[in-house]
T-cell receptor, first 110, second 112 residues
Framework: DAKTTQPPSMDCAEGRAANLPCNHSTISGNEYVYWYRQIHSQGPQYIIHGLKNNETNEMASLIITEDRKSSTLILPHATLRDTAVYYCIVLNSNTGKLIFGQGTTLQVKP | DTAVSQTPKYLVTQMGNDKSIKCEQNLGHDTMYWYKQDSKKFLKIMFSYNNKELIINETVPNRFSPKSPDKAHLNLHINSLELGDSAVYFC???????????FGQGTRLTVV
């Protein structure tokens, strides 16, 4: 199972873009990168996923490097409600197993 | 309508008791999971079922037994509860093994 590395914490000013990095150097060719977040003690919430192309949805954008060894989640205009723990995960498509690391605690400040 | 619902939301029980946590999803998904989040906030998969078939059993003590009566339900039964079982348990479902998962709101289990 591919392992991911994220900074433990980041701050972002409200209204600014939040860029959350993730390293996944051992990712295999057919493994997807998924991002989830957990707000306080709620259940984890799916944000976005990608294989090798950049992706965008109503919540965020995902930029994956050409060698697929790292990615960046971008929240274009962070709000106070985006304060959460953000998890970058490489999905094992044979088992569906999500391996959650420590994640990045994003604090959005007014 | 809640997509993935768990009951109860809170459960306080004494050591040695047997308890169950129920999970239901109304998304028509084929795959369901149980995750455990301990006091240090680490989330770890316990079980996954695909079309009612057990796919993952992550070295969970056999006091924990998942039961899937149909594809919409995956219940977790725990025998002889121990203090170390205190945690938040999350149920999740996904359309298949390689698609995004949707999580319930969790069941906070406290063993006293």
């Amino acid at each position: 199972d591919a392992k991911t590395t994220q900074p433990p914490s980041m701050d972002c000013a409200e209204g600014r873009a939040a860029n959350l990095p993730c390293n996944h150097s051992t990712i295999s060719g057919n493994e997807y990168v998924y991002w989830y977040r957990q707000i306080h003690s709620q259940g984890p919430q799916y944000i976005i996923h990608g294989l090798k192309n950049n992706e965008t949805n109503e919540m965020a954008s995902l930029i994956i490097t050409e060698d697929r060894k790292s990615s960046t989640l971008i929240l274009p205009h962070a709000t106070l409600r985006d304060t959460a723990v953000y998890y970058c995960i490489v999905l094992n498509s044979n088992t569906g197993k999500l391996i959650f690391g420590q994640g990045t605690t994003l604090q959005v400040k007014p | 309508d809640t997509a993935v619902s768990q009951t109860p939301k809170y459960l306080v029980t004494q050591m040695g008791n047997d308890k169950s946590i129920k999970c239901e999803q109304n998304l028509g998904h084929d795959t369901m999971y149980w995750y455990k989040q301990d006091s240090k906030k680490f989330l770890k998969i316990m079980f996954s079922y695909n079309n009612k078939e057990l796919i993952i059993n992550e070295t969970v003590p056999n006091r924990f037994s998942p039961k899937s009566p149909d594809k919409a339900h995956l219940n977790l039964h725990i025998n002889s509860l121990e203090l170390g079982d205190s945690a938040v348990y999350f149920c999740a479902s996904s359309r298949s093994l390689n698609t995004e998962a949707f999580f319930g709101q969790g069941t906070r289990l406290t063993v006293v």
